[in-house]
């Protein structure tokens, strides 16, 4: 078991990469902390040196060293912003990466565990909320912190008493600091969750748009809405208050500060009269440049819980176990054999009971049953969406357990019954952009199942855009796109799931005889719904209570007169 990454750790793994820019970076924030400090030092050193003395000549000269420090400063600044901005936006990228890639590889059971609304919130909104603010924040307020503590050395440097009265100011500021951010973090997370809640309803709303419609269902699902919709504005009300008192409050510490201690200054002379005049002056502006990052640290601290807790979502969702690949080997031979296997999703609920089979190369497989009996159970096993535990499926002689997860998918296709279609042309649902696949391949494949004359038909042909979801096509159409692409891909094993259960009869038969088709080019697993589209194929089995209750090709399996007969009888009665 892997060893879970904490948030700020997570971030740092991806931000090493680019380590040499953030070192340079970091470098150059002492020098932003001298520089904040020269600039009052010039000032005293002016007061002290050039105006009590009268020396016209020397305030100007200090005048121009004044100048030089502002503009490097400016510089020094924009270059540093710079280096962090280009290096802190790779950093996202590759994260954003990370997550999208540990998504699409999560096992079915983790993925199927949240709102598919979650993931996505994860893979944009919480991405963006740390390359926002986590970056510039972190960066700043080590860079505000050096010059803090610039300000102090130099304070206690040219006058310890001084010194002692403002570091008074200390523990108050980090108390202040720490009392926000704490709860500001709190209610940051809550914000993230419920941001990941408002696009999985967003997310629930727009696909089953058409059920919404039908049902009418309009008024419930906007009132569902709408209750985690007002309980983001209400956190996010509180927590945008909480930062503009935590400002506020710094601002005006800033101001009460200096006012208290020019008053302990002007009751004390004995104090004052060791103190220079350009000091005083210079003290001032020191105080300026203590609260200035003191209140930029305090704001930054309120985003940066922000940050913090969007990256702390990622983790969990990066410390998501993947599934298990040991495998070593690809698939060689294509015959699959199934020995003894039983499967359980629940520990006292077994879906398959020791099931054997063998299905050779080339050959075509159709499995039937009642709903529940095991067979998407069975489609899941082979193509490996859930690891066996009992029993052995074998591709060849190789066991699937000591196959890679990325050989079967390289040679085993699945036609769904509800196939995705991408809001791209017919050409890209048909190649998804492989280079193998050829316009002269897909146009072969497409004349062989019957649907290029129809695809020519269409104002574009084969670069006609197709809507969302292949809304501007009929179902039949959908799957005969999908089962083009299924083979166009160079994989040796094709699955039906359930490929003809919701088309009318000329669309089956057209259907019907592209499936016929693809049975001649690969070995085919069906599952099937009608049985009047698998008299075909080379063998049958019935699935009943997850055993095999029948096996044969469908004329023998009407001669025994049992469970399939019966089946095909009654759909048979009901057309």
């Known amino acids: 078991m892997k060893k879970k990454i904490t948030a700020v750790p997570l971030f740092l793994k991806y931000a090493k990469t680019y380590k040499y820019r953030f070192f340079i970076s970091l470098a150059l924030m002492p020098i932003t902390a001298w520089l904040a400090v020269k600039g009052p030092a010039l000032i005293q050193d002016a007061i002290d040196n050039g105006i009590k003395n009268l020396d016209t000549e020397y305030v100007l000269r200090i005048s121009y060293f004044y100048l030089i420090v502002l503009v490097a400063s400016s510089v020094q600044q924009a270059f540093q912003n710079i280096l962090l901005q280009k290096s802190g936006i790779r950093t996202i990228r590759d994260l954003r990466k990370g997550v999208v890639h540990h998504i699409c590889h999560i096992g079915k059971k983790d993925y199927d565990s949240k709102p598919l609304g979650v993931h996505l919130s994860r893979a944009t909104s919480d991405v963006e ?50 009392w926000f951010r704490i709860k500001l973090r709190v209610l940051y ?32 699902h906007v009132n569902d809405f709408q209750k985690n919709n007002d309980e983001y504005r209400t956190e996010s009300v509180k927590a945008i208050s909480l930062d503009a008192l935590v400002y506020s ?39 300026q440049q203590l609260f200035e990052p003191v209140k930029e640290m305090g704001a930054r601290f309120a985003v940066l819980q922000s940050a913090l807790a969007a990256l702390n979502k990622i983790s969990n969702t990066l410390n998501t176990e993947l599934p298990e690949d040991t495998g070593t080997r690809c698939i060689s031979k294509h015959d699959i054999t199934i020995k003894d296997l039983s499967f359980a999703y629940k ?19 159709a499995v039937v ?8 159970t069975l489609v899941r096993l082979l193509t490996r969406q859930f690891d066996i535990k009992k029993g052995e499926i074998y591709f060849g002689d190789d066991s699937i357990k000591d196959l890679t997860r990325e050989t079967l998918k390289e ?6 019954q509800d196939p995705a279609i991408f809001h791209e042309s017919i050409k890209f649902n048909i190649t998804l952009d492989r280079p193998d696949v050829t316009d ?83 070995t085919s697993i069906l599952i099937a719904h009608r049985l009047s589209t698998i008299k075909h194929v080379d063998n049958i089995i019935v699935l009943q209570s997850g055993n095999i209750a029948e096996s044969g090709s469908h004329e023998e399996l009407i001669q025994q007169d049992g469970i399939y007969k019966k089946m095909y009888d009654l759909q048979k009665t009901e057309s």
């Open 411 to 416: 040679n085993i296709v699945m036609v769904p």
């Open 440 to 522: 002269e391949r897909m146009e072969d494949i497409c004349k062989k199942i019957n649907i290029h004359d129809f695809i020519q038909q269409m104002e574009h042909g084969y670069d006609s855009p197709l809507e969302e979801g292949g809304s501007n096509l009929s179902t039949g159409q959908r799957q005969l796109i999908a089962l083009a692409r299924a083979l166009a891909s160079s994989a040796e094993i094709l699955i039906f799931d359930e490929a003809t259960a919701n088309i009318d009869t000329e669309t089956e038969q057209l259907i019907q005889n592209a499936m016929d088709f693809a049975m001649t080019q690969k």
């Open 347 to 365: 520990e006292d609920e077994t879906v398959l009971k020791e099931l054997n089979l063998t299905i050779p190369k080339g050959n075509s497989l």
């Open 189 to 220: 997370d809550n914000i993230r969750t419920l941001n990941g809640k408002l696009s999985a309803q967003l997310n629930e709303a727009f696909s089953m748009l058409y059920e919404i419609y039908n049902f009418n269902l309009q008024k419930a």
């Open 369 to 376: 049953g009642p709903t529940g009996s095991g067979k998407s």
């Open 129 to 178: 909320s740390i390359g926002e603010t986590f970056l510039q924040g972190i960066t700043y307020i080590l860079s505000d912190s050096l010059k803090i503590i610039a300000v102090f050395i130099y304070i206690f440097t040219e006058n310890i008493t001084l010194g002692l009265i403002t570091l008074i100011l200390l523990p108050i500021i980090i108390f202040t600091i720490n």
């Open 249 to 287: 409050l710094l601002d005006g510490m800033f101001i009460v500060s200096i006012g208290t201690i020019l008053l302990i200054l002007s009751l004390t002379p004995s104090i004052t009269e060791t103190i220079p005049i350009g000091l005083l002056v210079a003290y001032i502006a020191l105080l």
